[in-house]
């Protein structure tokens, strides 16, 4: 019983020394990223749709009937090629009308021209009155004026005698045939456009259009980032717009900004922009739609941060950041948009700072920590990591 008694305190003893070796917790091991400022092309994926660089409706500018069409539908036509026929017998005989009606008034202004000289002479020896002198040259400046007048009266009959054989008035491939051959046309007889029978249309695709749209709220972002330095922003002849074919292929040549609108559509809050791409295979056709990617300057300045490493709450993104004493800090920071498949941070970070891309589960603010260097995957792309 003694032995008992005097066991209590040796075993207490143990007991205390047993608890006071305890092993401490090591702190959490994480996997940092040290960022450092970079500059990035600032691109927007899109939609676009093509349209014709140059498009004319050839309309007939004089009535009569179709005659002939003398073109292949679909071929490629050149600027002055002649596309119909028009019935020219009214306009050849106009015009052989207003001749002989100019050659009358030419014979009427040879005689008030005589007349008048020939009065001018008697009027000082008084064997004709002023009036008949002033009436001479009157008659003899309204013969000239008809003259005139039947000058410009040929020109139009000429004019209206050429529109009867309709020409292509652009380079480009020229479409369906709209009326068909025995079919009255001209001014009045249909609303195909100005005033006359729509007859085709050509379309000139060795280049076209890709118009597109970006949002205020974008264009105001980009100008904030001009403004402030961030953003370099392209000259027009260097801003490239690199172009997708409907079945997600790409093609090669690459357009250039060439339009940007300076008005804000009311309904959808965008701004019109336009660029032009190289089609000399006319593989790219109007109306087609086309997914694009519009660079639109160089970020200077940003940092690139693996899209993990960002987190984000009710105050906005994050990141936590692994301080010089080893203790893990939260930077507030501002990321919108990616590149590469990393966010791009504008405000928040500093060249240096050890962004914690792995293991954040055991990072808290405040929490000491043993840093990494975090080394990309080799299929993530070609991210280079340092600690």
């Known amino acids: 019983m003694k032995w008992a008694f005097a066991l209590i305190p040796v075993l207490g003893v143990l007991a205390g020394c047993h608890k006071a070796a305890a092993p401490q917790v090591a702190p959490p091991r994480v996997y940092t990223l040290s960022v450092q400022a970079a500059s990035v092309p600032l691109r927007l994926q899109l939609v676009g749709r093509v349209s014709a660089y140059q498009s004319a409706n050839v309309v007939a500018r004089v009535s009569g009937v179709l005659l002939e069409r003398l073109y292949r539908e679909g071929s490629p036509v050149r600027q002055g090629q002649p596309l119909f026929q028009i019935d020219p017998s009214y306009y050849k005989a106009q015009l052989d009308h207003d001749l002989a009606v100019l050659a009358e008034d030419r014979a009427t202004l040879a005689n008030a021209t005589v007349t008048a000289q020939r009065d001018r002479l008697l009027l000082p020896v008084g064997s004709v009155s002023q009036q008949t002198v002033d009436d001479a040259n009157a008659a003899e400046r309204s013969a000239a004026a008809k003259v005139q007048a039947d000058g410009a009266q040929i020109e139009t009959a000429r004019l209206n005698l050429g529109y009867a054989r309709v020409v292509a008035p652009i380079d480009g491939i020229a479409g369906q045939q709209q009326v068909t051959v025995g079919a009255i046309v001209g001014s009045g007889t249909s609303d195909g456009g100005a005033g006359g029978t729509l007859l085709t249309t050509i379309e000139n695709i060795d280049r076209v259009y890709v118009n597109f749209t970006i949002s205020a709220t974008d264009l105001l972002t980009l100008r904030r980032a001009q403004a402030q330095g961030e953003l370099q922003r392209s000259d027009r002849s260097q801003s490239k717009v690199a172009i997708a074919l409907p079945d997600g ?37 109007p109306g087609m739609y086309a997914p694009i990617t519009v660079n639109l300057g160089t970020r200077n300045s940003v940092f690139l941060v693996p899209q993990q490493a960002l987190q984000r709450d009710p105050q906005g993104a994050y990141a936590m950041v692994v301080g010089r004493d080893g203790k893990v800090v939260r930077k507030n920071v501002a990321a919108n948009d990616a590149y590469n498949g990393d966010w791009i941070v504008t405000h928040g970070l500093a060249n240096g700072d050890r962004v914690i891309v792995s293991g954040l589960q055991d990072a808290r603010e405040g929490l000491s920590v043993v840093a990494q260097a975090w080394t990309a995957p080799a299929e993530a792309g070609p991210a280079a990591a340092a600690e």
Do not use: C, I, K
């Open 249 to 285: 292929s790409a093609y090669a040549p690459e357009g250039t900004l060439d339009f940007s609108g300076v008005l804000v559509n009311a309904t959808t809050g965008a701004v019109d922009m336009r660029a032009v791409v190289p089609n000399p295979q006319h593989v790219l056709l």
